[in-house]
């Protein structure tokens, strides 16, 4: 027992400063609000991408970053607010349409892999940092620290002209 | 000689190049061919059983490979699919029913991939090798995602994009597609090597049956040829031989049975020529030995005739004996030199035969005039018949003409003064006889019968120079000749009988021309005996019968 309270007194601290910074939203987290941010990850070889080069992403007829580096979708699940964005704004389809679209690009041997589903933006920056190549959408506000945050037209999330929101 | 010469073989010195030979190599030749057909045929059904057999594997493969795809696909489609239906928070993820079903459909195509290591040669089992080992991972990494799908997403979603994806990726679109193009090339090169076979053993077979006709029409053509050559040659020499040109000689120098049988030929050819030399040189001494047994038989038929008649003589001849035969009228003529058994005490032996030679022979000239047949002679008698053995009517007054011309020859004067002169006495006598040839040796043909003993004695009876007739002798000539009446004789049995003396031709018959016979006498004898006289005693014209004897002794 000796040996776990250090260990103990860490995480408590941890969690107060967490806390705190919850509570006191910085500048930032007022600007991105409502943001969706394209999160790669970091061996991507990209920064910034057009709409329509993220909508030929989330739409599979852009399957590969470069030769060896394929694109591996991460899209939230239903009801989520960044699916309802992504579905929206990039797709511009009703969630029926982009179910049957990849049913019927899947089919079609148009891709061999379709976008997958993440329940959390936890779970989908946890993803995106843990796969090469993935890219996923998730709000700006909760994009962890290491994940490159592409710009859309330029823009990054919290800027004015930043699609994605 | 011919002109066409079958060659002469020389290949083999020793084991010549007979037609049996011959047809024996045709034959195995045939055979070779016939072999190398089979082979020919048993290599291309094995090439084409092989080629359709890799054929076949390829196809096979490439239905598997098909079939490994397509489950691929299914299964990626799947998972794809899948991993983009929502789970429910609260979902346990899938069930040990659900899992087991989603092994059974991984299950196939694992087995397809063995049994496609299975098919696969050395050098794709290295490929399919690669494929089962990745096949492996791909299905493990599938069995995580399942097994983790709503119950542990992220994990499930990592090992499928991290693992799953690229494997499935690689397999289905690097190592299936390179099975694929591989096989796709094997059955490419598999249907090219059929239709390669295919058309070599074709064209094997095409270039075989030209070889074996062309072969066969050499063969056939070769045999033939040197069989007809040699049978045309055998055949116009076998002509020519049988045409009796036996110098021919078939000029077939090849050493086989044609050649044997030229050598028979020309052999039995040699031998015929020999043989008719040796026959010619027989028949020309078969010729000579002819002509000399036809001297010797003309010298012995000509001794045989003088001893026996011409009839007889034949008849003995050809029948080795001579029936004795019954002449009912034949005149029969003795003569007997008077003096001449004195005469043998005087003379010398040598003198004493030649003389009776001299006589006998012109007595033997006289007997062929008048066809008479001498007997035989008895120490100075000479014995002679008329009538047989051709009987003929005329035999007495033949027989009569003939002693004038013997008793007129006995008389001559052109004989040496020291030799003595013998006066002949002659009986003749007509009547039946039996005549025939008694012995083997030394035989003689003779007549026997009371008219030769009558004849005899009426010989005896007679004068020196006179023709002594008896009765019947004289009642058949006395139309022709002057006749003296004797009256009756006492014979030497002491029996009488009436005798007669031929004196000469009968005046009436000489009627004093200059033709011999005279026609008169020549008229009746041809009345009487239906020919002409075979001779006639000229000498008697010359001087008329008187009663005293015809010549003086």
Not at chain 2, 418 to 426: A, E, F, M, T, Y
Not at chain 2, 508 to 514: E, K, Q
Request: glycine content about 6%; overall charge neutral; charged content about 20%.
């Amino acid at each position: 027992m000796g040996r776990l309270k250090p260990l103990f007194e860490f995480w408590i601290s941890l969690f107060v400063v967490g806390l705190c910074l919850g509570m006191f939203p910085s500048e930032a987290d007022a600007a991105t609000n409502g943001d969706v941010a394209v999160v790669v990850h970091p061996d991507v070889p990209a920064d910034d991408l057009s709409l329509a080069e993220v909508r030929r992403l989330l739409l599979g007829d852009r399957q590969f970053w470069s030769y060896d580096l394929p694109v591996t979708l991460l899209i939230r699940a239903p009801i989520a607010r960044e699916r309802d964005v992504v579905l929206k704004i990039i797709y511009q389809m009703s969630e029926a349409q982009f179910r049957q679209y990849w049913i019927a690009k899947v089919f079609r041997a148009e891709v061999a892999v379709g976008p997958k589903i993440v329940y959390s933006n936890e779970m989908a920056t946890g993803l995106v940092g843990s796969i090469p190549g993935s890219i996923s959408f998730v709000d700006a506000a909760q994009v962890p620290n290491g994940l490159k945050v592409l710009k859309v037209d330029g823009h990054l999330p919290g800027e004015k002209e930043y699609p994605l929101r | 000689m011919g002109t066409c010469r079958v060659k002469k073989s020389t290949r083999y010195d020793s084991e010549p190049m007979t037609i049996r030979r011959r047809l024996t190599f045709s034959f195995l030749a045939i055979l070779v061919l016939f072999g190398l057909n089979l082979v020919i045929h048993f290599w291309s059904d094995q090439q084409r059983s092989a080629t359709v057999e890799t054929l076949r594997r390829a196809i096979a493969r490439q239905i598997l490979i098909a079939s490994i795809k397509q489950d691929l696909h299914d299964l990626q489609r799947q998972v794809a699919l899948l991993s983009q239906v929502p789970v429910e928070a609260t979902s346990s993820g899938a069930g040990p029913d659900e899992i087991t079903r989603f092994n059974n459909q991984l299950e196939p195509i694992r087995q397809q991939i063995e049994e496609l290591r299975d098919l696969s040669d050395f050098e794709a089992r290295n490929k399919v090798a690669s494929l089962e080992k990745t096949y492996q991972e791909l299905s493990a990494s599938w069995r995580i995602f399942y097994e983790n799908f709503g119950a542990n997403q992220a994990k499930a979603v990592t090992e499928l994009a991290m693992h799953a994806e690229p494997l499935s990726q690689r397999v289905v679109h690097e190592l299936v597609p390179q099975l694929e193009e591989d096989e796709k090339r094997r059955v490419e090169v598999a249907s090219g090597n059929f239709y390669g076979v295919a058309s070599l053993t074709g064209r094997i077979t095409l270039l075989i049956f030209i070889f074996s006709t062309l072969l066969a029409i050499a063969v056939a053509f070769l045999v033939s040829r040197h069989l007809t050559l040699g049978l045309g040659e055998l055949k116009r020499g076998a002509a020519l031989i049988g045409n009796g040109d036996l110098t021919h000689r078939i000029a077939i120098e090849t050493r086989d049975e044609l050649g044997d049988l030229g050598q028979a030929f020309n052999g039995m050819t040699d031998n015929l020529l020999s043989a008719r030399t040796q026959l010619t040189q027989a028949n020309q001494e078969l010729e000579r030995r002819h002509q000399e047994a036809e001297k010797q038989r003309q010298v012995s038929e000509s001794l045989l005739l003088n001893i026996l008649p011409v009839s007889i003589a034949k008849e003995l001849q050809a029948k080795g004996t001579v029936e004795p035969k019954y002449f009912e009228d034949v005149t029969i003529l003795f003569t007997d030199f008077v003096g001449f058994t004195s005469s043998t005490e005087k003379l010398a032996a040598e003198d004493l035969v030649r003389m009776l030679h001299d006589y006998f022979t012109a007595f033997d000239q006289i007997m062929a005039r008048y066809g008479l047949e001498k007997l035989k002679t008895i120490g100075d008698s000479y014995m002679c018949v008329g009538g047989l053995p051709v009987r003929n009517p005329s035999h007495p007054v033949d027989a009569v003409m003939a002693a004038f011309e013997m008793v007129r020859t006995v008389n001559e004067p052109n004989r040496p003064g020291h030799l003595p002169h013998w006066p002949v006495r002659i009986g003749i006598h007509t009547g039946p006889v039996i005549a025939g040839v008694v012995g083997i040796q030394k035989f003689a043909f003779d007549i026997w019968g009371e008219s030769v003993n009558y004849a005899s004695r009426v010989e005896l009876s007679g004068v020196p120079n006179q023709i002594n007739l008896s009765w019947r002798t004289y009642s058949r000539v006395k139309d022709f000749f002057e006749c003296e009446y004797r009256g009756k004789v006492l014979t030497k049995d002491k029996k009488e009988f009436n005798m007669y003396f031929a004196k000469g031709i009968l005046q009436n018959l000489t009627d004093n021309s200059t033709q011999i016979p005279p026609l008169a006498f020549l008229h009746r004898y041809r009345v009487y005996f239906q020919h002409d006289p075979p001779a006639f005693p000229a000498f008697l014209l010359e001087s008329p019968p008187t009663s005293s004897p015809l010549i003086g002794v």
